[in-house]
């Protein structure tokens, strides 16, 4: 795709580095740049200099571009902003259906019934069940269940996932859209679609997503 992508005021980019992904967002636009705050990654800032090659992730509506390009300089408008020049090629990372990536993690669920409260699970006052994940993607995930669980999982049902990442833990609301149900296979394997998910949990998610396929990258496996 050649720079068909439209770049917008305050939408949101990350700078992929060494040491992990720095958050930051588009100040400013000209048809030779574009002007992003300094990146930022749990507190700590890479100020960026000129002549520095980088690689950009772009986030607009329920896509997701990769980009590689050059530090063309600074500025100062308010605050600091670093001036990327245009990409000669931006390649799309995702339309509508979100990247997958394989990963196993362990994570506990709790079957919602109509009635419950999110309250009440949130306290632990429901019994909850050990699964692990098979992949996940921004949309949704795909998780294993021991067959001889007490509580039955059907089609349809609602699941409160709760899912670890780095320091917190999320509680993601799941729908089983899809059920792999192999009498040879001591596990019955759900798909899971998230329900109701705020757009800074699934940014988060994503990340994770981001974050998982880098280390396989580096460690030889190959991508979907």
């Known amino acids: 795709m050649k720079n068909k992508v439209e770049f917008l005021i305050n939408q ?3 700078i992929e580095m060494e040491d992990g992904v720095y958050k930051s967002n588009i100040q400013d636009i000209t048809d030779e740049y ?9 507190g700590k800032y890479v100020p960026l200099r000129k002549g520095e090659r980088v690689t950009g992730i772009y986030y607009i509506n329920k896509d997701i571009y ?3 390009t050059v530090v063309i300089g600074r500025k100062v408008d308010k605050l600091l902003i670093i001036m990327l020049g245009r ?8 339309r509508r259906n979100f990247v997958r990536v394989q990963v196993m993690i362990n994570v506990y669920c709790v079957l919602l019934e109509v009635s419950r409260k999110i309250e009440n699970i949130m306290n632990n006052q429901v019994e909850c069940f050990d699964a692990y994940t098979l992949d996940i993607s921004g949309g949704g ?5 021991d067959r001889n669980l007490d509580k039955k999982v059907e089609l349809g049902n609602l699941l409160m ?16 859209v899809r059920v792999e149900n192999d009498n040879k296979n ?13 757009r800074k949990t699934r940014e ?17 496996a190959k991508g979907e």
């Open 12 to 14: 949101k980019i990350e």
């Open 141 to 145: 995930m795909r998780i294993a269940l």
């Open 66 to 68: 990769k980009f590689e």
């Open 87 to 94: 990409p000669d090629k931006v390649v799309m990372y995702q």
């Open 186 to 198: 001591p596990k019955i394997i759900y798909g899971l679609s998230f329900v109701d998910l705020d």
């Open 161 to 176: 996932v709760n899912l670890p990442i780095e320091n917190e833990n999320l509680a993601i609301k799941c729908k089983v």
């Open 204 to 220: 988060e998610i994503v990340g994770l997503v981001f974050k998982i396929m880098r280390e396989q990258m580096k460690n030889g």
């Open 34 to 42: 574009i002007g992003i705050s300094i990146p930022v990654n749990n």
